[in-house]
């Protein structure tokens, strides 16, 4: 794979985790309210294999072909920029493992709790959201790196 393909790549997932992210954060969430309590356990049992799927996997690789970055990347692409994105990303994960995962086990083995889901809300978004938005904007900067700088080698 070529440090262009790596970025893509990287790219490509970074913005896919965004968007599962925040439909996950805002829009299924804040949903969770509305379901009563003798169905709510059954519901986060079930969707929690297909977030797993579907947004965990996705942003664990583009986490990992981040950390390719280091090593093959566009030469436009300064290291230091793949280095914050690396560190928000650190965010993100550790306060998935930290604080969010412990969490998500309460509910699937307890049941619905209201305190429960909005200190999951408030958490989610100031050390989730935010650090991986922060990491989206990284990587489109990136990616106008990469593009002025072809242009500029075009138009010489």
Known sequence: MTPRWIFL???ALILYGNGAAFIESFVNYSSWHLIGADEFTTYHQFITPRILIFLVAPAFLGTAFTVLLLWFRPSLIPVRAVWAAI????VVWISTLA???PMQIQ???H???PKLIE???????WL???PYA???GLFLWMAAQVIEGRVSRRAT
Do not use: D, H, K, M
């Open 9 to 11: 790549t990287a790219f």
């Open 87 to 90: 560190a928000v990303q650190a």
């Open 99 to 101: 604080i969010q995962i």
């Open 107 to 109: 509910l699937s083995e």
């Open 111 to 113: 049941g619905i709790s």
């Open 119 to 125: 200190r999951l809300i408030e958490t989610n978004f």
């Open 128 to 130: 989730r959201r935010i």
């Open 134 to 136: 922060i990491c989206a």
